[in-house]
C-alpha cells in the first residue's frame, strides 16, 4: 500500500486566497483524521470522520476552516480566506476501528 | 482522554539503550498507552502500544506499571536515526469513540 497520500506537499499562499488541502486514506481504512502542526501549539486534531462522515470538529479553529469527505478514498481541508496564523503543517492520518494511525507527510502551508 | 506527562527532552549516547518514560495517573479501564514518533517534519510514526502487559515489537519494548500509571519506551539500542520527537498517548478502544490527542511529547537526541 502506498499509505496516506497528502498533497500538495508545499503551499504558499497570500492571506485571503482561498487553500484547499487533500488527502488520500489507506484503502479499508474508515477513519481519517485532519491534524495542524505549529512549533507555538503542537500537533492539535482539527477533525474526524468514521465512514466519511464528521464525528467531531470541536477542534477546528474558526469557521474559516472546513472539511468534506465526499467518499471513502478522498478528503479535502479548505481555508477561506486564509490568514498568516494559519500557517503550518497540515497532516491527515487514516486508521481502522482500535488500530494505531497512519499519518501521511503533511502539507507545508505558508500564507504571506 | 487521559493527559498524559513527558520530559520535555533527554539524550541517549548511540548503542546504549534508550528509557522513555510516560506518567498517566488518570487513565481509565479501557484505555490503550500507544507510543509514536516523529522524525523531522515526517508525520509521527507508529511505534507500539499496549494495555497492561509489556509489549515487544521489532522496533521497541514497552514496559507498563502494574497500576497502569506510567510506562517506559525502550529503544534497546539506540542509532542516530532514533533522534525525534516521542509522544506517549492515551486512547480509548471503543467502537465509535477514536478521538486521538497528541501532547508535547520528548525529544530525544541520540549522541554519538
Known amino acids: 500500500d502506498a499509505g496516506v497520500i497528502q498533497s500538495p506537499r508545499h503551499e504558499v499562499t497570500e492571506m485571503g486566497q482561498e487553500v484547499t488541502l487533500r488527502c488520500k486514506p489507506i484503502s479499508g481504512h474508515d477513519y481519517l483524521f485532519w491534524y495542524r502542526q505549529t512549533m507555538m501549539r503542537g500537533l492539535e486534531l482539527l477533525i474526524y470522520?468514521?465512514?466519511?462522515?464528521?464525528?467531531?470538529d470541536s477542534g477546528m479553529p474558526e469557521d474559516r476552516f472546513s472539511a468534506k469527505m465526499p467518499n471513502a478514498s478522498f478528503s479535502t481541508l479548505k481555508i477561506q480566506p486564509s490568514e498568516p496564523r494559519d500557517s503550518a503543517v497540515y497532516f491527515c492520518?487514516?486508521?481502522?476501528?482500535?488500530?494505531?494511525?497512519?499519518f501521511g507527510n503533511g502539507t507545508r502551508l505558508t500564507v504571506t | 482522554d487521559a493527559k498524559t506527562t513527558q520530559p520535555p527532552s533527554m539524550d541517549c549516547a548511540e548503542g546504549r539503550a534508550a528509557n522513555l518514560p510516560c506518567n498517566h495517573s488518570?487513565?481509565?479501564?479501557?484505555?490503550?498507552v500507544y507510543w509514536y514518533r516523529q522524525i523531522h517534519s515526517q508525520g509521527p510514526q507508529y511505534i507500539i502500544h499496549g494495555l497492561k502487559n509489556n509489549e515487544t515489537n521489532e522496533m521497541a519494548s514497552l514496559i507498563i506499571t502494574e497500576d497502569r500509571k506510567s510506562s517506559t519506551l525502550i529503544l534497546p539500542h539506540a542509532t542516530l536515526r532514533d533522534t525525534a520527537v516521542y509522544y506517549c498517548i492515551v486512547r480509548f478502544h471503543s467502537g465509535g469513540y477514536q478521538k486521538v490527542t497528541f501532547g508535547t511529547g520528548t525529544k530525544l537526541q541520540v549522541i554519538p
Open positions: 470522520f468514521n465512514n466519511n462522515v464528521p464525528i467531531d
Open positions: 492520518a487514516s486508521a481502522r476501528v482500535n488500530s494505531p494511525l497512519h
Open positions: 488518570t487513565i481509565s479501564g479501557n484505555e490503550y
